[in-house]
């Protein structure tokens, strides 16, 4: 395990490289904004963990007055739980039934959650629940528009049957995430994809509520999309995860109108370890930045970074900027924050801006890693 | 910090998923192929740690006759130490004053070498290793022809100069590692590119000499190429790390003539979690392997992977072969060995195959996001 990256009260200058760092301010700004969002608007905001995967952070959105957080794996809710938090929804499918149990075995002051989208998937987890004695809230995943897991509309009627047929079990309403509509580029793209999300939420409540089973909550959304299903009547719970950081790539969405501004908050700060005549070399490879959603940008520098492997990033000249000498500071903002976070072991988080903040937490992901 | 998925006597069936699992025999089978060749071309063996990250795996390769290991980070260099391994060679550059300091204070005796590229690395190094007392080889790297750190050959001869001037740094030769060639389909690109890796190295080596300086040894090399330089005269030493493991990546590359076999070794076990009319969805994400050389291959079935987000991976049929049923155990060979092991915290050494195989070892990656 890597030592902290720095101490309390360091100076920016003293964080090794390459480090995750928080702006604090930036990230305060995004928080309240989302809050200020779902308060005015009447839904419901479950920040969604799996962009932070830290309990600190975690605790400081619940104290906001969010409800809970989502996790898409059993190993970060029990990460999350014996960090503090009361308040999990697992908004994936587990089917394992060693996950199921330990899932079950957390503590009983923590308030659970899980989705189910098939028949195999209910019956798995009524009998670890039925086995601990404790009561669950479950969710009917819907497709809504992904193509990933999630049954059809027409059969959450069906799947919901089924959960109340299960003593340990309390149907407490659909997740409906698109998660293929959060990176469609332009707002047109956007509300097409969530027009159909809003739709197939509305069919498969109606074919629970046929059932005479009440539907009690439709959960989902992202950092992309949330206005769309907050205003859609439909959904009362929303569940963004990036808009506490952001990345490069949603900052190539054109916005929603309406939506509140994010700005970057984190950023991995990396050192130029080596100069030649056409390029500059940081230690930052894609060990320390996920690629899935591209390259990271160089930020307030004019440089195109370049893929070096694992732990080379490659700085190129854009315009006449001169390229940084060995020894600079180059901040990068990654292209996707969720799986970035993933590859450290530490948020150093710094009050007072890049250039000459201080620190002022270095919180533990400590449900970095939790595959499982 | 995740739980180990298994332990010592499991069946495999009992591995969580998704978890990094070595195929034991197929990865002795590959170190042993890797012995002989060198054995045979009398060069030394260095493997490269940046694959497995794994201190368990490096004192085997140093016990069956490898000299020692490379590694690209300090962070790496003091987790193998710590683990008992006594030979490092950093071949990146390092360049933070505190990352030098931490080298420097490492037990002396580990016997470390590192590669240096600039005056500024070779003064911050220097004045490191003077405040230790002790010494350590220097490896002047060059472009090879990856362009990312290196000088040009030309100017070999003056950073060696440099290096002599120091006391504590003993001129220990080049670093001449031509990474870009490594993944060259055609034996004939890659034949070609190694080609001009030894005419730089072999100039470099007489920028050196001719200024009067003796010139220890080449080194370089990787699983793509190393036939290349050790039939070269010029190298000495050899630097592989994926033919320990191997992955979906290097299998597309045409087997230079000659080469020793090398077999996949090193596959992530996922779970079937949901099963839809088209497609069958497994709790193996893009956080559970890397995905910069392509995504993953399934192993023993007709089906492609597509990225399916963090978390999942979709499975969509190629043939006839009908979609497995949720639960089902389907194994992955990894696009990158090196950043997928990057990934987890455990390597689950199973004896006996993936089908009816039993759990030999647990190896902790002690290395692992050891981006320091």
């Not at 330990?102 to 503590?107: G, I």
């Not at 390229?323 to 072991?345: F, Y």
């Not at 009050?351 to 890693?369: K, M, Q, S, Y």
């Amino acid at each position: 395990m890597r030592p902290a990256p720095a101490r309390v009260g360091d100076p920016v200058d003293a964080i090794d490289s390459p480090a995750l760092v928080v702006e604090i301010d930036a990230f305060e700004r995004n928080l309240a904004a989302m809050d200020a969002f779902a308060r005015s608007h009447g839904v419901r905001l479950r920040p969604h963990a799996k962009t932070h995967k830290c309990s600190a952070i975690a605790l400081h959105q619940v104290a906001r007055g969010a409800v809970g957080v989502c996790v898409q794996k059993v190993g970060e809710a029990l990460a999350l739980a014996a960090g503090g938090v009361r308040d999990v929804f697992v908004s994936n499918e587990v089917i394992a039934p060693t996950k199921l149990a330990r899932l079950a075995a957390l503590p009983s002051d923590v308030q659970l959650a899980i989705a189910v989208d098939s028949v195999v998937g209910i019956e798995r987890l009524a009998a670890a629940i039925q086995a601990s004695g404790r009561q669950i809230d479950v969710y009917v995943e819907i497709d809504a528009g992904q193509g990933r897991c999630g049954v059809l509309a027409a059969e959450a009627g069906a799947l919901a049957r089924q959960v109340v047929a299960h003593d340990g079990l309390r149907f407490a309403g659909l997740q409906a995430y698109h998660g293929g509509a959060q990176h469609l580029r332009s707002v047109a793209e956007r509300e097409t994809a969530i027009r159909h999300a809003v739709a197939m939420a509305t069919a498969a409540r109606a074919a629970v509520t046929s059932l005479g089973i009440d539907c009690p909550l439709v959960t989902g959304a992202g950092s992309g999309s949330f206005l769309l299903e907050a205003a859609s009547g439909v959904y009362g719970e929303i569940q963004p995860g990036s808009y506490a950081f952001m990345d490069a790539d949603y900052a190539r969405n054109a916005p929603l109108p309406g939506s509140p501004r994010f700005e970057h908050a984190v950023f991995v700060r990396s050192q130029v370890i080596a100069r030649h005549a056409a390029h500059a070399v940081v230690d930052a490879g894609h060990k320390s930045h996920a690629i899935d959603s591209g390259l990271p940008t160089v930020w307030g520098r004019n440089f195109e970074f370049r893929n070096g492997g694992d732990e080379h990033g490659l700085l190129h000249p854009r315009g006449d900027e001169p390229l940084p000498a060995i020894g600079d500071t180059v901040w990068l903002v990654p292209g996707h924050c969720d799986p970035t976070v993933n590859l450290h072991e530490h948020l150093v988080a710094v009050r007072g801006g890049l250039d000459r903040g201080v620190v002022e937490a270095v919180w533990p992901i400590d449900a970095r890693g939790r595959l499982d």
